[in-house]
């Protein structure tokens, strides 16, 4: 299923989760790890004459280098095939070219730095490269030293799905759905009628009830699916705003992944991602498991 994994890194300590997770796939599905660094090359240096503007790209070019090799060399001592690779250019235009060229089946990627400018940088090159790919992204978040709360690697036991009954959902429920018969894991299949689009407390009842059936119908679509590859599941419609509602049935449940569609592919416009999603990427302590 993801016998190729693209793992883009930065070489920052915080990066180990995501680097954790990427190889704890590959091994899961006897597949093969990618390693990536992107030179950045759209933001000219200032103040720089061409020398030294030279001097800093070779710093960088070997930066990557050394931080593509630990990836290469944690996945070996797996005994996983790697592969590495260094490019210039764009981070999240070059990461999906690089992932359509070598016939890329997941990429992995942090969903924010540590802090300040990485945290911003890294979590929107994330959301541009999951706007973009053609491949499902599995986003991690990045741990600093003091946190204790960032689940890594891929023991995914209990699998929410979310779901709206749209066909992107429906797609990004079969790949959750296969991972948990791989995997031997619950399925949670939810649906939330969103709180702050239907003013409920004015809405007639009669309403109220078509809504919660379509929910009904939604998750019980995606239930349909799981029960027919073997998968213990649960559903519910719940209300409220969706981004909160679903982080926190995710964590009542102590869900491990969770997997979601998304709307692409524009990243010249805002959102980038549906908008749930984009919320959940950015916050979820759990890996977010993202397709179109």
Do not use: F, K
């Not at 790890?33 to 800093?56: K, Q, R, S």
């Not at 089946?105 to 924010?112: A, K, N, P, Q």
């Not at 519910?236 to 992944?257: F, N, Q």
């Amino acid at each position: 299923m993801y016998r190729t994994v693209l793992v883009p890194t930065d070489g920052s300590p915080g990066a180990q989760a995501t680097i954790d997770t990427a190889i704890d796939v590959a091994e899961a599905y006897d597949g093969a790890v990618h390693a990536l660094y992107v030179v950045e090359t759209t933001v000219e240096p200032m103040g720089l004459d061409t020398a030294h503007a030279e001097e800093l790209s070779r710093i960088s070019e070997q930066h990557g280098r050394e931080a593509t090799i630990t990836v290469a060399d944690r996945a070996e001592r797996r005994g996983l095939g790697a592969t590495r690779e260094v490019r210039e250019g764009v981070p999240h235009r070059a990461i999906p070219t690089y992932a359509a060229e070598q016939g890329v089946d997941l990429i992995v990627m942090g969903t924010h730095g540590r802090t300040g400018v990485d945290r911003a940088r890294l979590g929107s090159t994330t959301e541009r490269v999951i706007a973009l790919a053609d491949v499902p992204v599995l986003s991690v978040g990045l741990v600093d030293e003091t946190d204790d709360t960032t689940s890594s690697g891929a023991d995914w036991n209990r699998i929410l799905i979310p779901t709206d009954g749209s066909d992107a959902a429906e797609r990004a429920a079969e790949r959750g759905v296969r991972i948990a018969e791989y995997r031997d894991a619950d399925v949670h299949v939810a649906y939330v009628i969103d709180t702050s689009t239907y003013a409920l407390q004015d809405t007639p009842q009669s309403i109220i009830g078509l809504l919660t059936e379509g929910g009904r119908n939604a998750v019980e679509s995606v239930a349909a699916m799981a029960r027919e590859r073997g998968c213990s599941v649960t559903t519910t419609v719940r209300r409220g705003h969706p981004a909160a509602e679903l982080l926190a049935y995710a964590s009542a449940i102590d869900a491990d992944l969770l997997a979601m569609g998304t709307r692409g592919r524009s990243v010249e416009s805002h959102p980038l991602l549906g908008s749930t999603t984009a919320q959940i990427v950015r916050r979820s302590p759990v890996p977010v498991l993202t397709s179109r």
